[in-house]
């Protein structure tokens, strides 16, 4: 009984993160996301439509196929093929801004890539979902309104907060810098903790998942990251490197949103599950990446001050 009302417990303090947790968490990154941006950074990477192009729209498009391709070749069970796709679904993740700083690329470029990819998820999000609902594999929850839903959501807690926050950036500068960093940790914070307590949740279940979840997540990544090698066919080094780190970095509080809406309590835990392995694959792989980069360029840097 004691483990009966355990259970029961952690069901409802997961659905209270699910309603109220996820959604603040969204807002706080995206309202940070926004402060990055600055009308004359807009400016510059004008210079570079073709690489803005591909790497926001050209991922979102991209993306939700290969995870369909992955689910094919692979067989994967319907609760991990759905969470990947959903995954494939969200816009490129803010860290992708500081994998590009340790690779010592064009950090400009990540972040107006994350931007536009934010804003244009607003339209191909709910597109996907509202043109291929039966890939879900709960086609009532998604039909019974969740597009509208998901639309208004996106809205108000993607792209407002966006906006509010690049008005504070160059409204108000001082202040952004004083409590931004506050705020990211409490936004991560957030997210960890949504992540942390879906595992709890579906732990003794989760074994013999395992191994099918991390070899989806790996597949996806290198995948991903191939997609943004070849979208940079032609391109500078710097800035191909870059659309490999965007095109491998999805936002977890997005998919989490997402996630939030099409899965029930049942299922929500093994989504969260997916997307911590996910992200830990994806940390490690793009460190790995972004590091052999960086080292690469000090070198070129270093023989091209002795010659």
Not at 109 to 124: D, G, P
Not at 205 to 211: A, C, E, Y
Request: aromatic share 8%; proline share 4%; net charge positive.
């Amino acid at each position: 009984m004691f483990a009966c009302a355990q259970v029961s417990f952690v069901i409802r303090m997961l659905q209270l993160l699910i309603d109220y947790a996820i959604p603040a968490g969204l807002f706080l990154l995206m309202l940070i996301a926004g402060t990055e941006v600055r009308i004359a950074d807009v400016r510059k990477v004008a210079a570079t439509p073709r690489a803005l192009a591909l790497g926001s729209i050209g991922q979102l498009l991209a993306l939700p196929m290969i995870a369909l391709l992955i689910q094919a070749l692979a067989q994967l069970s319907q609760v991990v093929a759905t969470s990947m796709l959903i995954l494939a679904l969200a816009p490129g993740g803010g860290i992708s801004n500081y994998y590009s700083y340790v690779a010592r690329c064009n950090v400009l470029l990540s972040a107006m890539i994350t931007t536009s990819a934010t804003l244009l998820a607003l339209v191909t999000i709910p597109s996907f979902i509202s043109l291929f609902p039966d890939l879900f594999g709960q086609t009532q929850r998604v039909q019974e309104g969740a597009v509208r839903i998901i639309l208004a959501q996106l809205f108000l807690l993607m792209v407002m907060p966006l906006l509010i926050g690049a008005l504070l950036a160059n409204g108000f500068p001082t202040i952004v810098k004083k409590y931004g960093t506050s705020l990211r940790a409490i936004s991560n914070l957030l997210v960890l903790s949504i992540l942390l307590l879906a595992i709890w949740t579906t732990y003794p279940t989760l074994g013999s998942l395992l191994p099918e979840i991390l070899s989806a997540a790996i597949l996806f990544v290198v995948a991903a990251m191939l997609t943004g090698w070849l979208f940079g066919a032609g391109l500078n080094d710097d800035v191909r490197t870059v659309l490999v780190l965007e095109s491998g970095t999805r936002n977890i509080s997005v998919a989490l949103l997402l996630g939030g809406i099409v899965f029930d309590t049942k299922s929500f835990p093994v989504f969260a599950s997916f997307l911590t392995v996910y992200f830990a694959v994806e940390l490690i792989t793009m460190l790995i990446y972004a590091r052999g980069h960086g080292r690469r360029v000090e070198l070129s840097c270093g023989t091209s001050e002795r010659d």
